[in-house]
């Protein structure tokens, strides 16, 4: 989703689910959900002001028709924008109840206080059910029942009740039923902290509507992660612990999944695909010098089946398999992630885990999270219908994020339902930061009002996001887009300019950059590597901006740089040429000012390659948007190919260097420009810039020509000031560096 239109930054889509024949939980049926599509082409240029084309909505979408006005049971009249505001505890709040708290052991009996927001509904219950009737009837298992009818508040809108659960609650399901205008509407409870076993979007042709089963979580429930958090420091400073210079930041964005799924991984097959098996990659991680790992979502999603984690070799789409872009909670971690889905606690304790032996490692943890829209607006409209989605002027739902729905942020309980999502998972996780997925969809108050709030909590919490101009509120308000970069914000922003400067991208991944060979304007970009974008948008400095090639949802730099160079890298030649692109493409980033962000696989030479022939989501031999494409595709290899592994100790000698090199973390543009120089290289397809601080400097070399290239720098620099290699294999020759074709380096002088 980091992968606007290079002239729009326009956003991704998502797809509308295939049906699937039925399934009950754990038959092992295949299917797919709402995950990412391929971005369309933009409607026009300039930032992106025009609103997509309206899309098929998702199954389970209510119909389109005018904002209504609702009615509560005390007949008080009001549209979604007048609705009350409650600020009260919501959720399910568990007590051990007083003739069971003197025992000293576990409570046989508990008090349950359920509370849900439905203003204007006419009646609201609870339904309970046992766990396991579960994989007989997911929707009417054969012990549903009516728990208790809830009471309301008129004033608030807020709907609650209080009972004995006398069976153990984490054998209990329940959900709400909201009786409206003589209609029945079934809702999963928007605040719940665990969900029993979600079968995916592959049943849904079969079982109609679906909505998560919630569960009661215990106050005496064990939610620690193994090893508990006591006496662990967890990473603290603008960059992790040990991270050198000050605002040293090199995010790793990973899938976990991914992470350890692959049978030659070296983890155990239990442990597979788990947040425990990307626990033991942390090690690897950590070496090649990365401050944080960017997490792809870990928040319920709704397309996989959660009871069905072995690999799939299947085809480039409608597998079991979703990045998660598609969320059903905002409080429930995924269970496909955890070693056993039907303990709904499993998934708590393991990501936590993740977490805790990251922060043992001195990595900090972002989480990507996606509040600009959800799977289906049935998880929340039933609660308060035209309240919880933007709707246009014939009523029907938006769709700026490709989705089939926008998440209208900037009603009161929609902001807050934001930010009592990053509150839990910053106090109960321990996560570090987040990154907001489409967050030029988000108002602006919502995502500044939150850096607040966190920062109160967490002063050197990570915040970044994607800042597409797509925002379609009402007016008097505005979007948390690039825009905001030009203030003196704390929120960074991914620099597309950059990407498509260095290789192309955006809506069109058959587009070639700089490091594939494309003569572009090279102050422009070095600007752009100095933290200072020219065209797109404009930074207050370059702590806010993100600079980034690719990401889960592009080609890799691998196959992008082979198919948009023409490279066949079966040829040994080819390979060579390919492998010396790659390690150009990391040094100069991994050299640039601002926030460093690397894709999982970058610094290995991960391909997806387009294993089956298959025309889904694909650029000529590979797969650009593998969303839901299988573990054939989308696994990392962990056997290297032959030579692929100098990538990797060349990215971990650049993260090395940059760990503790001062004049890779100036925050100031004025500053940059003072101590920046570029040096004349007579080639459009070579780029040198020296950085200096008195008398030092460093210099950073790129020859992407098909001969060698011979820097003079008798005018330029103290040619008599010994020079040092610290990345690269050229040669120091009399006031000339010579640098083979294909090839980059990094030289430190120091005169006097």
Not at 368 to 388: F, I, K
Not at 566 to 572: H, L, N, P, T
Request: glycine share 12%; net charge negative; aromatic share 8%.
């Amino acid at each position: 989703s980091a992968s606007p239109s290079s002239s729009a930054g326009q956003p991704e889509a998502e797809r509308t689910p295939t049906r699937h024949p039925p399934a009950k939980i754990g038959e092992g049926k295949r299917g797919r959900g709402g995950g990412r599509l391929a971005p369309r082409p933009p409607p026009g240029g300039g930032g992106g002001g025009h609103p997509p084309p309206k899309k098929t909505l998702p199954p389970g979408t209510p119909g389109p028709g005018p904002p209504q006005r609702l009615v509560m049971n005390m007949k008080k009249s009001f549209t979604p924008d007048e609705a009350p505001v409650y600020h009260g505890p919501l959720g399910c709040e568990l007590r051990a109840a007083p003739a069971a708290a003197d025992a000293g052991s576990k409570p046989s009996v508990y008090r349950a206080i359920f509370r849900l927001w439905a203003p204007g509904a006419d009646g609201v219950a609870l339904e309970l059910a046992d766990a396991a009737d579960l994989t007989d009837d997911y929707l009417n298992p054969p012990s549903l029942r009516t728990g208790a009818e809830l009471s309301c508040d008129p004033r608030s809108g807020c709907w609650s009740a209080e009972l004995e659960l006398k069976s153990e609650p984490l054998n209990t399901v329940y959900r709400y039923r909201i009786h409206r205008d003589g209609r029945r509407h079934i809702l999963a409870d928007p605040y719940a902290r665990a969900f029993a076993p979600f079968p995916g979007a592959a049943v849904e042709a079969a079982l109609g509507e679906l909505h998560a089963w919630s569960v009661p979580v215990p106050p005496d429930a064990d939610l620690e992660p193994a090893g508990g958090w006591e006496g662990l420091q967890r990473p603290t400073g603008n960059g992790a612990a040990g991270s050198g210079a000050p605002g040293n930041i090199v995010i790793y964005e990973a899938m976990v999944r991914d992470m350890s799924i692959h049978p030659d991984s070296g983890v155990a097959p239990a442990l597979q695909g788990t947040y425990l098996g990307m626990a033991e990659k942390l090690d690897y991680i950590a070496s090649l010098g990365v401050t944080h790992i960017q997490l792809l979502p870990v928040m319920k999603a709704y397309s996989a089946d959660e009871t069905q984690r072995d690999f799939e070799v299947g085809t480039g789409g409608g597998n079991n398999y979703n990045w998660g872009y598609d969320p059903l909670s905002y409080f429930v971690p995924e269970g496909w992630f955890s070693t056993d889905p039907f303990d709904p606690l499993s998934r708590i304790r393991e990501l936590k885990t993740l977490i805790r032996e990251a922060h043992a490692r001195g990595l900090g943890i972002i989480l990507d999270v996606v509040y600009n829209h959800m799977a289906r607006t049935h998880t929340l409209e039933a609660s308060c219908p035209g309240y919880w989605f933007r709707r246009d002027e014939t009523g029907e739902f938006t769709s700026n994020s490709g989705c089939g729905n926008d998440f209208a942020s900037q009603r009161p309980m929609a902001r807050r339902l934001i930010h009592d999502s990053l509150r839990y998972f910053l106090e109960e996780f321990n996560v570090d930061g987040f990154r907001f997925d489409l967050m030029g969809l988000i108002d602006d108050k919502t995502i500044l009002e939150a850096d607040a709030m966190l920062r109160d909590i967490r002063p050197d919490v990570v915040m970044l996001g994607e800042g597409w101009r797509m925002y379609n509120g009402p007016s008097g308000t505005a979007g948390m887009d690039q825009d905001r970069a030009a203030d003196d914000i704390r929120v960074a922003m991914f620099s597309d300019e950059l990407r498509d400067l260095m290789k192309g991208g955006g809506l069109n991944e058959a587009t070639a950059g700089f490091i594939s060979g494309l003569e572009v304007d090279k102050n422009r970009l070095l600007q752009n590597l100095l933290g200072n974008p020219q065209h797109y948008f404009r930074a207050f400095s370059p702590r806010v901006v993100v600079n980034y090639l690719v990401c889960h949802d592009g080609l890799t730099l691998r196959d992008s740089i082979a198919h948009n160079a023409g490279i066949d890298a079966d040829r040994e030649e080819g390979r060579r040429e390919l492998i010396a692109r790659i390690k150009a493409a990391n040094l100069l980033l991994g050299t640039s000012q601002g926030v460093v962000f690397i894709h999982a696989g970058q610094e290995r030479g991960r391909s997806k390659p387009n294993l089956t022939d298959s025309p889904h989501e694909t650029v000529g031999r590979f797969v650009h948007n593998s969303y839901n494409s299988s573990d054939a595709i989308n696994a990392i290899d962990w056997r290297l190919e032959n030579g692929y592994g100098e990538i990797l100790d060349h990215l971990r000698s650049v993260l090395t260097f940059r760990r503790t090199e001062p004049l890779l973390h100036l925050g100031d543009h004025g500053e940059i420009q003072s101590r920046t120089r570029i040096l004349e290289t007579g080639s459009q397809k070579s780029l040198a810039y020296a950085l200096e601080d008195g008398d030092r400097g460093i210099l950073i070399i790129v020859n992407l020509d098909r001969e060698d290239l011979v820097l003079n720098i008798d005018r330029e620099l103290p040619c008599r000031c010994p020079f040092r290699w610290h990345i690269g294999n050229g040669t120091i020759e009399d006031c000339g560096i010579r640098i083979p074709a294909h090839a980059s380096g990094l030289l430190e002088y120091r005169c006097g």
